[in-house]
């Protein structure tokens, strides 16, 4: 069974510092995806990286994938209580649109 | 465009009662998923369905939990009989098409809140 390990589980930042949250597996995904979910709601996308080495920025947020396509990392520049939230990594297996999903990074920013 | 629907949002029940799930995927996705969220773990996949036909149920605990969509369209989860460690959020989520590869983003429901007694 592939797994996604996400660290840290839990942090707590003030507003405009950056934060980077790791997720990482022994396995290859064909690609991997970032989530951000928020209280009673379901996740939502942020962004997938498909190639190994791809690098891809959404406003403050910088999305890495690693080389050999079995790590990635998410860079948040300038926190902001909105940032606020559960980020969730996930891998997918083969091209079956099946989802491992790591346990989640819970971010707390504070004005 | 109406998002992936799911009722109830919440559900409290005793341990060994039943308990079903509901939800409408947006019009015209092929694949369906439900996945379990057990507080302060990341979603579980349990069943993906395409179209009408199972694609993978290998983490649905088949003595205790169903599920079927009838049409290709709305699907149901069910739990018969429940148990205290069932107590979750489930989440039903939706894709154009699973065998998409990249461009197979999955939108998901709110969820519904299970709670066991």
């Known amino acids: 069974t592939q797994l996604l390990e996400q660290s840290p589980q839990f942090l707590s930042i003030q507003e405009g510092e950056n934060l980077t949250v790791y997720c990482n597996s022994s396995?290859?995904?064909?690609?991997l995806q970032w989530y951000r979910q928020e209280p009673g709601e379901g996740p939502v996308l942020l962004v997938t990286?498909?190639?190994?080495?791809e690098v891809k920025k959404l406003k403050r947020l910088t999305f890495q994938f690693g080389d050999a396509r079995k790590d990635s990392s998410l860079h948040i520049t300038a926190a902001q209580p909105g940032d606020t939230g559960l980020y969730l990594c996930a891998g997918e297996e083969g091209n079956t649109g099946k989802l491992i999903f790591g346990q989640g990074t819970t971010l707390q920013v504070k004005p | 465009e109406a998002g992936v629907a799911q009722s109830p949002r919440y559900k409290i029940i005793e341990k060994r009662q039943s308990v079903a799930f509901w939800c409408n995927p947006i019009s015209g996705h092929a694949t369906l998923y439900w996945y379990q969220q057990i507080l302060g773990q990341g979603p579980k996949l349990l069943i993906q369905?395409?179209?009408?036909?199972?694609?993978?149920d290998s983490q649905l605990p088949k003595d205790r939990f169903s599920a079927e969509r009838l049409k290709g369209v709305d699907s149901t989860l069910k739990i018969q009989p429940a148990k205290l460690e069932d107590s979750a959020v489930y989440l039903c989520?939706?894709?154009?098409?699973?065998?998409?590869?990249?461009?197979?983003?999955?939108?998901f429901g709110p969820g519904t809140r299970l709670t066991v007694l």
């Open positions: 396995s290859v995904f064909s690609s």
């Open positions: 369905f395409q179209n009408n036909g199972v694609v993978d």
């Open positions: 989520a939706s894709s154009l098409d699973s065998f998409a590869g990249a461009r197979n983003e999955q939108f």
């Open positions: 990286v498909v190639t190994g080495g």
